[in-house]
């Protein structure tokens, strides 16, 4: 396998709540970006009740589990769907794993720098809420994408995740992705009520790398194990997170304020 020679673009799929989509979407997202001719490996960090293996229908040998209790090697756990996109599947019903110490933090690090030079994108989607392997992947991540649905209960928990993020460890660039959404408008009064809390409040200025439309095709693929925009490219959806995998493309690889 080649080494990419340069450093690859990290991101954090996560959502202060459960229920928005955000797993369906990043695996969606890592085979958009897999269409436009990019490395990707999807990482399952939802440690504790893993679940992209079950929307792909792969069978699990090795997860991260193994690899950070038996040393096996990271590269023989990843599971390849195409050449260009492999799996970093997680372990479920394990509730030890949501709360990893600090060396097993650290072993998770060294692991997933390691496989990141044989990709250009990695994507981790988080589990939903501020838990500690949440809060660890945001931190680890280049830049978080916050998954959210335009309702008041996804808005104040995809803030209350901001706004920890933001004073545990100074994250000061946040992206969003409103899911679900029936209309342009909800979309937008959704982004500008978040965008005008965490100005005011936090000091951040939120980016918006644009809406999911709420789409039957969506609840389909899902029934078939299958990602929506493989099954059905043209959909509504397929189409929105085409144009996302495109904005994330334009975001710069450095991390910190004023780099996106």
């Not at 399952?44 to 090697?73: F, H, M, Q």
């Amino acid at each position: 396998m080649s080494i990419q020679k340069q450093k690859p673009v990290t991101l954090s799929i996560t959502s202060g709540k459960g229920g928005v989509g955000k797993t369906n979407l990043a695996v969606n997202l890592a085979f958009a970006l897999m269409n436009k001719g990019q490395r990707v490996l999807l990482v399952d960090g939802d440690l504790g009740l893993a679940n992209v293996d079950v929307l792909l229908g792969l069978s699990v040998k090795n997860t991260i589990r193994n690899i950070l209790e038996s040393g096996t090697d990271p590269l023989e756990s990843v599971i390849y769907i195409e050449s260009n996109l492999g799996i970093l599947p997680a372990s479920s019903g394990v509730p030890e794993m949501v709360t990893l110490g600090h060396d097993e933090q650290n072993k998770l690090g060294e692991l997933l720098t390691s496989l990141s030079n044989h990709f250009n994108y990695i994507l981790m989607d988080t589990a939903a809420g501020i838990g500690p392997s949440v809060l660890w992947f945001n931190n680890f991540a280049d830049h978080n994408i916050v998954v959210l649905k335009p309702d008041p209960t996804s808005l104040t928990d995809a803030y209350a995740l901001i706004k920890t993020l933001s004073g545990k460890f100074g994250r000061d660039i946040f992206y969003l992705v409103l899911n679900f959404v029936k209309e342009e408008k909800e979309d937008l009064k959704t982004y500008e009520t978040l965008k005008n809390v965490a100005s005011k409040f936090l000091n951040l200025d939120l980016q918006y790398l644009g809406p999911i439309p709420e789409d039957k095709a969506v609840t389909a693929a899902i029934c078939q194990q299958m990602p929506f925009i493989q099954k059905v490219p043209q959909c509504k959806a397929s189409q929105a997170v085409f144009k996302l995998a495109d904005r994330i493309q334009m975001i710069k690889k450095t991390r910190g304020s004023g780099n996106s």
